[in-house]
């Protein structure tokens, strides 16, 4: 697979996500794919896990509806992708992926996600998504940062800008 297709591939599998359309979201996929979303270890194993996970929780319920995303660089190897992604909206929906049972606060958040994608026989064998959720519950004002080696939107703001300040430690 050359690095062309497998962007396409995936920028295939991402619109299908966004749009509602889960037997494309499938179809990208191998016979056994996994995917993890790191900090809530929200996702799936397996056609049948990754497909009810991506029914349940994820195609077409991705975002509330004022989502902005701002892809910030992409490193294509040779079975392998890596996005980096800068992500805001307000939290007036339920999205389960990145906060599994915490109702909407219609609160602003930001962050950073960072997206592996992996490949083998022509389709989609993986994804690992990380991000920092220690910033994301500052956000939503589920985590006091007070005391705390951790921060708010400026973590994300500082990906996007690095010539933001850096904390004094």
Known sequence: MTQQE????FQ?????????????????MTDSPH?????????????DGVHAFYRDHLVGKFFPPDVKMDNLSRTVGTDQIVEELA???????????LLPGVAPTGKPVELVV?????????????????????????????LDPKGLPVSGAEVARKVVNPKLPSRVI
């Open 87 to 97: 992500i805001s909206f307000t939290h007036t929906t339920a999205i389960d992926w």
């Open 35 to 47: 995917l993890n979303h790191v900090p809530t270890m929200a996702g799936g194993v397996g056609r």
């Open 12 to 28: 295939k599998h991402v619109g299908a996500e966004l749009n509602g359309d889960l037997a494309t979201t499938m179809d990208t």
């Open 6 to 9: 497998m962007i396409d591939l």
């Open 114 to 142: 960072v997206v592996i994608v992996g490949f083998k026989d022509g389709k989609i064998s993986h994804e690992h998504i990380y991000w920092d959720q220690a910033s994301v519950l500052v956000q939503i004002g589920l």
